[in-house]
Every structure is written in C-alpha cells, then in structure tokens.
C-alpha cells in the first residue's frame, strides 16, 4: 500500500511565524502536491512538484512556498502565517492519474 | 478550465436506505473521475475510479458510480446505506494523458452524508 505521511495532524501557530508542513511518501512517486481544504470550497491546489527541486504554482499559491530537495518529501512553507490560513492542509502524491492522500494536517494560526 | 460541481451539500439518509450523491462535470474530453470519502479528522480515501470502457464501474464498500457522457454527470450510488458511510464525499476529475497535468485533481465543494438510525 502506498503511504504517504504528514509530520503533524493537529499545528497552532502564532500569526507572523514560519510554519513547515512535512509530508513523505514511500512510492517513488514523482508527482506530489499540496491542497488546501476549507469548509464549502472542498480542495483547492496550493502547489505541486514533478521532480526534485521542480515545482508549480496551483490554484492558491499566495502566502505559501514549497521545497523539494529530496524525492520522497515535499514541504509546504508558510512565510509569515497569518489567520486566513487556518485550514486542513492534505499532501498527495501521484502515479499518474491516481493520487494518494496523507491523513492531513489542521492548522490554526493564532 | 475544468470544473466539477456537487450540487448537494448536505444529504440525509435513512439507514437502509438507497443513496445517490450527484457530481457534474467540465470538461472537452473525457477526463479521469475520481470519487472520494473523507471521514472526519482522517484524510481521503479512494472509492473508486473511472478512466475509460465500461461506464458503470464499482468500488469499495459497496458504492458504485456511472459515467454519462450526455449529462457529464459521475453519480456515486449505493443501493443499501449503513451508519458507517456517514462521511465527507468528494467527487474529483483529473486531465486526461499528456501536458503537464502531472495528476492535478480538481474537485467539487464535497457533500455531507448524514445516516440517521
């Protein structure tokens, strides 16, 4: 079975910190990607990673920035977090064109 | 762009009962279709798939769903609810070969599936 990982489920940060959000997957996926899931909106894609060291912006990138240095994990960075980024925060990895999901990470940003 | 629409965002069901959750979608060629549950806290999980041939096709516990070309619809069904499918649904499409679709699914808002005993 594929697994793919979240470091945290449950984050509270202060507004203004640095925040990481880890994800690893055990597949030699190539793709991977990080939604943002908020009540009403169901997912919607922050960025996504092809390669290593290779990313793109998604729907939603404003506020975020990603890293990938290693194949199997993938990090989703907020700069400066602020409240309106509160949410659950899922990681997937693809072998095209199924996608496998983390258990997700619900943020709040105090 | 493509799109996907539920336009139910809260259901409520009998247990027992037959269920159909609607999805619609946007998109010129056939895209792949994806329907998944999210329990509360927990991540998705995969209840099955289309991509091509048959167009009625079958998942995990017991849910199945139809792909019409002519109403670009991909209903999720089961025929007999239990109280353990109370659930998040969130039905999803992906591009199809080539590009640089990498996989990216686009989803709808999600229905809410309440199962009263």
């Known amino acids: 079975d594929v697994k793919v990982t979240q470091s945290s489920r449950y984050l509270v940060k202060r507004t203004g910190e640095k925040v990481f959000l880890e994800c690893v997957q055990d597949?030699?996926?190539?793709?991977m990607f990080w939604y943002r899931q908020d009540p009403g909106l169901g997912l919607r894609l922050i960025y996504f990673?092809?390669?290593?060291?290779?990313?793109e912006k998604g729907d939603i990138p404003e506020g975020y920035s990603v890293s990938r240095e290693k194949k199997e994990r993938f990090s989703l960075i907020l700069e400066s977090a602020s409240t309106n980024q509160t949410s659950m925060y899922l990681c997937?990895?693809?072998?095209?064109?199924?996608?496998?999901f983390g258990q997700g990470t619900r943020l709040t940003v105090v | 762009a493509q799109s996907v629409t539920q336009p139910d965002i809260h259901i409520t069901v009998s247990e027992g009962a037959s269920l159909e959750l609607r999805c619609n979608y946007s998109?010129?060629?056939?895209?792949?279709l994806f329907w998944y549950v999210q329990s509360p806290g927990q991540g998705l999980q995969l209840l099955l798939k289309?991509?091509?041939?048959?167009?009625l096709v079958q998942g995990i516990k017991g849910f199945e769903a139809e792909f019409k070309r002519s109403q670009s619809s991909f209903n999720l069904r089961k025929p007999s609810v239990h109280w353990s499918d109370a659930a998040e649904y969130f039905c999803?499409?992906?591009?199809?070969?080539?590009?640089?679709?990498?996989?990216?699914?686009?989803f709808g808002q999600g229905t809410i599936l309440t199962v009263h005993p």
């Open positions: 999803a499409t992906s591009t199809g070969a080539g590009g640089t679709s990498y996989g990216k699914l686009t």
């Open positions: 998109y010129g060629a056939t895209p792949y």
């Open positions: 990673s092809y390669d290593v060291k290779m990313k």
């Open positions: 597949m030699d996926h190539e793709n």
């Open positions: 997937a990895s693809s072998l095209y064109p199924e996608a496998f």
């Open positions: 289309y991509f091509s041939g048959d167009t």
